[in-house]
């Protein structure tokens, strides 16, 4: 086995996550190997920075870097002189593909796609494979980890997410602060998601979110927290003074996503969009009741966690696939985005109530 990989995580939180059982085998497999990570956002370098199965993080804004300073990125890259580059799935953009040719890696590892896929110069990788598109995210990065010679074993591993001992500390602090009584039934909620490529379609409205927390409050006596980045405070505290129950529904501000992710591990459920944070909740084990629009649950549903799907099954759904092209919907008006539009107040509820009282799917 080689000495050096270079694995690319490009592609957002969630799917560096996925990676993450694939890593697992990687190494438990080859322990002897060097594994190294770039990332482009900062959430991904905090995921992999405790990753004890990485060496090092290299760290590179491509999107906002100028293209001179970022060809000088990989020319440091390329002297390390690794001896593969990998895409984690999925990663089919030309740009990607260029950025692992650039490495002078004389393996490139990844996938070939179902959609555009020769625009996306996926020649440019030299071991291959199809991505089956019945498969989850997870089982194709495991796939990868075949290519390099590592066995499928009998049963797949989990994701995984590391803290520091200062992450957990600042949540503990942060669970004090709040007057959080430590008997307390707490839920979180993710009610953002992704924007690029328009993916602030998959969102399930606020008022609903809102609506939600109302009943957990008031039936459950819950304590119903709002996680989210920094961008998503303003929507976050939209649904908090919609909910309008003064100290039973808080923002959490965290400058940290590893943060945000200690303070997760005080809830006892979770409910969120198709997004990051519902794959740190699957990390977490958290039982998960995740809505999704437009995306394809076999793809991305929470991962060997507790978890139920809320999804409209429409003829045109689901709809949006690995390719550069930014979601979109056939119809217009009222019917646009109806897979995401038409999921009601009581059936997350009582999605809620059969994970806190039922069997989970």
Known sequence: ?????????????????????????????????????VAMFPGVREIYE??????????????????????????????????????????????????????????????TYAHQNIRQLNWLKNRVLREEEQLHNVEENIRLV?????????ELPPLELFFHAEDLRAAEQWVRQQGIPETAYCVGFHAGSATFKNHIRRRWAPERFAALAQQLIRKWDAWVLLFGSGAEQELNERIRTAVNIPGRCIVVRSPAL??????M?????????DSALMHVAAALQLPTVAIFAYTNPIYVRPWRAPHIIVRRNLPCSPCFYYSPRPARCRWRGESAFACIRQITVDEVWAACEQLRYGQSG
């Open 265 to 273: 591990r005080r809830c006892q459920l979770f409910v969120s969009n």
């Open 1 to 37: 086995m080689s000495r050096q990989i270079l694995v690319f995580a490009l592609s957002g939180i969630g799917d560096a996550l996925m990676f993450t059982p694939a890593l697992r085998l990687l190494r438990e497999h080859f322990p002897e190997i060097a594994v190294d990570v």
């Open 146 to 154: 075949q290519l390099l010679g590592v066995p499928l074993p009998v």
């Open 50 to 111: 405790r990753h004890p199965g990485v060496r090092r993080v290299h760290f590179w804004d491509f999107l906002h870097e100028p293209a001179w300073r970022s060809m000088r990125f990989l020319w440091r890259l390329r002297q390390q002189r690794y001896d593969i580059a990998l895409n984690v799935y999925p990663s089919n953009r030309w740009q990607y593909n260029v950025l692992i040719w650039l490495t002078g890696a004389p393996l490139r590892v990844g996938h």
């Open 258 to 263: 590893m943060v945000s992710a200690a303070i």
